[in-house]
């Protein structure tokens, strides 16, 4: 099902991004988009009735949330029969990320135009400036607040070898980080605190030093990097070689070629050597 945007007569919804702290953030499509549609749908109706109030836009506000879906969604789907445009925004940040929306992308993507107006996102926010390998990374939201099932989660993500990145409370960010360090072990982290606000601060450090952090207040994204292998020791001797491979998980031929490229040798001199001992 293809979607041309803007040729057709299809009503559209439009996933509207605003600022995550500095409201200078702001697009001015978003401006435009916001001042233009029928109706706009929020998280929080207080806290978008302030961001509107502060850009003069004067548009009827509804609430949609997890908790009001089915009646939210009930609601859209009349205007979407009523042919009119409506914004989605949440209370910070690009909807649908780690936000109430997507239901209404999955629900309404057939009848009407989705059409984003990109802007600021904690997530890609924090990564441009973090210093950390930028890509491939991994952007995992909110962890899971049960605690086995956080470790559990963690622990899948060990061998991960992109940037890592998570959107964190500043009262759970001290066990996240300590769970972290059993499992993840040394790794560089960068705590992204306060996105655009007059308190924004990055602190680039690693899992060993994490204990010293002071408590810390404010929206934090938290960027870990990813899993590097332990490069191979140039004194091993061939048989402790192929066994470290194969204690990677590789079978005795494949752990065979791989250490005879990289010993420059033939392959049948390290099946030999390896045979032989
Ligand atoms: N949709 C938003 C986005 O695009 O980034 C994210 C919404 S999510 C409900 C809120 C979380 O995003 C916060 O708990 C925090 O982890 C992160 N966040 C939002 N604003 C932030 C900021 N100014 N600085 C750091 N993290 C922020």
């Given at each position: 099902?293809n979607?041309?945007?803007?040729?057709?007569?299809?009503?559209?919804?439009?996933?509207?991004?605003?600022?995550?702290?500095?409201?200078?953030?702001?697009?001015?499509r978003?401006?435009?988009?916001?001042?233009?549609?029928?109706?706009?749908?929020?998280?929080?109706?207080?806290?978008?009735?302030?961001?509107l109030?502060?850009?003069?836009?004067q548009?009827p506000?509804?609430?949609?949330?997890?908790?009001?879906?089915d009646?939210?969604?009930k609601?859209?789907?009349?205007?979407?029969?009523?042919?009119?445009d409506?914004?989605?925004?949440?209370?910070?940040?690009?909807?649908?990320?780690?936000?109430?929306?997507?239901?209404?992308?999955?629900?309404?993507?057939?009848?009407?135009?989705?059409?984003?107006?990109?802007g600021?996102?904690?997530?890609?926010?924090?990564?441009?400036?973090?210093?950390?390998?930028?890509?491939?990374?991994?952007?995992?939201?909110?962890?899971?607040?049960?605690?086995?099932?956080?470790?559990?989660?963690?622990?899948?993500?060990?061998?991960?070898?992109?940037?890592?990145?998570?959107?964190?409370?500043?009262?759970?960010?001290?066990?996240?980080?300590?769970?972290?360090?059993?499992?993840?072990?040394?790794?560089?982290?960068?705590?992204?605190?306060?996105?655009?606000?007059?308190?924004?601060?990055f602190?680039r450090?690693?899992?060993?030093?994490?204990?010293?952090?002071?408590?810390?207040?404010?929206?934090?994204?938290?960027?870990?990097?990813?899993?590097?292998?332990?490069?191979?020791?140039?004194?091993?001797?061939?048989?402790?070689?192929?066994?470290?491979?194969m204690?990677?998980?590789?079978?005795?031929k494949?752990?065979?070629?791989?250490?005879?490229?990289?010993?420059?040798?033939?392959?049948?001199?390290?099946?030999?050597?390896?045979?032989?001992?």
């Amino acid at each position: 099902m293809n979607q041309s945007s803007f040729r057709n007569d299809k009503p559209t919804i439009y996933f509207v991004s605003t600022p995550i702290g500095n409201l200078d953030d702001i697009t001015l499509r978003a401006i435009k988009t916001l001042k233009k549609v029928d109706k706009i749908y929020c998280e929080d109706t207080r806290v978008s009735s302030k961001l509107l109030a502060h850009f003069d836009i004067q548009k009827p506000l509804f609430q949609y949330h997890d908790h009001n879906k089915d009646v939210a969604l009930k609601h859209i789907e009349k205007d979407m029969t009523d042919y009119l445009d409506i914004a989605v925004i949440s209370d910070a940040g690009t909807p649908v990320i780690s936000d109430p929306g997507f239901a209404i992308v999955k629900t309404f993507k057939k009848e009407a135009n989705i059409v984003p107006i990109p802007g600021v996102s904690a997530v890609i926010t924090a990564l441009s400036a973090s210093g950390l390998p930028p890509h491939p990374f991994m952007f995992y939201g909110f962890l899971p607040s049960k605690t086995r099932q956080r470790q559990k989660l963690l622990k899948s993500l060990e061998t991960k070898t992109e940037t890592l990145i998570f959107y964190e409370s500043p009262h759970r960010l001290s066990k996240t980080l300590s769970e972290m360090k059993k499992i993840f072990k040394k790794r560089d982290i960068v705590i992204a605190r306060e996105l655009t606000k007059r308190y924004e601060e990055f602190i680039r450090t690693d899992l060993d030093h994490c204990d010293d952090l002071s408590p810390l207040k404010g929206e934090i994204v938290l960027l870990v990097a990813g899993y590097t292998k332990p490069e191979m020791p140039d004194d091993l001797t061939i048989l402790e070689e192929i066994t470290q491979y194969m204690n990677d998980g590789l079978t005795s031929k494949q752990a065979i070629k791989k250490c005879a490229k990289r010993r420059d040798l033939p392959k049948n001199t390290v099946y030999m050597e390896y045979h032989n001992n």
